[in-house]
């Protein structure tokens, strides 16, 4: 067996920690975690301390050799580490409730990753990670950065272009889920299927095909799409259908975050109906992740509760962990991950962060070479990408100008004084968060 490995999560007082417990237990022999930190603010501690007696619970349940320790002090965790996860939120549950209350009182979509809430998230999120990647070159310089925190791609980027630190992966569980509930729909064993995922994170598109080289892109779009009930595979988006026209038209299945840009109108009268009569979706979060503290508090109880999954994010702890040993044992697991494009998507900068089918290896992802899309693909994807690219630079320079024009440039934000408007607004709900567009 070889040594064991030091694996730190920041924000390690998260509701999805007991599934990256569960994961990295059922890999134990090949993947020997002797030390697990889980760190966590001052504000998290008492959710720390609660998943964190019941980590300790799950490791006890089951006889690995694993230690897990729980702590305040992020340098204190870091120091030699192997591999660093990272599943925070900058202002918890209830910033994400402004994320999303803020731009619907004003009559646009209010979503935690899209849209204004998710410029917002990005720019309360990347300083705090930037300054984990300074402290990881000093402390753990050798160690793999594993990002579960979204939005993952910006924050991908930020780390890669202005954290200069190439040992890091972007994680999101949308192409995860899809690999498995979608070769279901085709009554097949995802192992006998490849996916190529290309595109963004949350804008992205994929193609299937089986093992005898049969292309099955078409047929799972007329099992998706051409019935009168569409399924999501996502627990906070609706199941919407497409219009069968230009999804059929496309040839590649798309993303579900691709209901805001495809369906505006109607997911936008559906989230304004919703939240008149039920409040945001991060409100009902924050009843879930209540629930599942209460169940956390249980000293009987050491696995992970099925109840979890309705938080939103299965799938994506354990993902987290087959990336760690898919790296650490060179397993070449075929994933889909965010990483430097170099490349790989002919119609985006070579230096940012695309989320592309890729093998993991000991050295990293290598991404399966895309090439570039179709003009219906091209046009959104590049205007996403250029509005990631000045959210990354607002957050870190605090320019108010190029906030503006993110803001102006996103499809999901009407422009003009509405929008202005919007980033006042949420520029004050965070202040605390955002000291440098207060300078």
């Not at 803020?102 to 990670?129: D, W, Y």
């Amino acid at each position: 067996m070889s040594k064991g490995i030091k694996i730190v999560t920041i924000g390690g007082g998260s509701s999805y920690t007991p599934e990256l417990v569960e994961g990295f237990i059922k890999r134990y022999d090949e993947l020997p975690v002797r030390e697990l930190w889980l760190v966590d603010i001052e504000a998290g501690k008492e959710k720390l301390e609660t998943v964190g007696a019941m980590a300790k619970r799950m490791v006890k349940a089951v006889g690995v050799d694993c230690e897990v320790h729980l702590t305040l002090d992020r340098r204190e965790a870091l120091k030699d580490a192997d591999f660093v996860t990272t599943q925070l939120r900058v202002g918890l549950l209830d910033a994400r409730i402004l994320d999303e209350r803020i731009p619907l009182s004003h009559g646009m979509i209010g979503q935690e990753t899209n849209g204004a809430g998710g410029i917002f998230k990005a720019l309360r999120t990347i300083p705090v990670i930037l300054d984990i990647v300074e402290d990881m070159k000093e402390l753990c310089p050798n160690a793999w950065l594993i990002n579960f925190t979204n939005p993952a791609g910006m924050v991908t980027e930020a780390v890669l272009r202005y954290g200069n630190w190439d040992k890091v992966v972007g994680l999101c569980n949308i192409p995860v889920n899809a690999v498995f509930e979608e070769a279901e729909l085709l009554g097949e064993n995802n192992r006998d299927l490849f996916f190529q995922f290309a595109g963004i994170n949350h804008l992205h598109w994929h193609t299937i095909t089986d093992k005898n080289g049969n292309d099955r892109t078409d047929e799972l779009i007329k099992v998706m799409y051409g019935q009168d009930e569409a399924k999501s595979i996502v627990a906070n988006i609706k199941d919407n259908n497409l219009i069968w026209e230009q999804v059929e038209n496309l040839h590649m299945v798309p993303c579900p975050y691709h209901n805001y840009y495809y369906y505006t109108d109607k997911m936008l009268a559906e989230e304004l109906e919703d939240f008149k009569n039920n409040g945001t979706r991060a409100e009902k979060v924050k009843e879930i992740e209540h629930e599942l503290f209460e169940l956390y508090k249980d000293p009987t109880l050491d696995y992970k509760p099925k109840q979890l999954a309705e938080r939103g994010g299965a799938r994506y702890s354990d993902a987290a962990c087959e990336i760690i040993n898919s790296i650490h044992n060179d397993k070449r697991t075929t994933m889909t991950v965010s990483t430097r494009n170099n490349g790989t998507i002919t119609d985006l900068p070579a230096d940012s962060a695309v989320e592309v089918t890729c093998t993991i290896t000991g050295k990293g992802p290598v991404p399966y070479n895309f090439g570039g899309f179709k003009p219906q693909q091209r046009g959104l994807l590049q205007v996403m990408k250029s509005m990631e690219e000045l959210t990354i630079e607002a957050a870190v320079t605090g320019d108010y100008g190029t906030l503006l024009q993110a803001f102006t440039m996103n499809p999901l934000i009407t422009s003009g004084d509405v929008a202005k408007e919007v980033m006042d607004e949420l520029l004050e709900a965070h202040k605390r968060y955002l000291s440098k567009f207060f300078k």
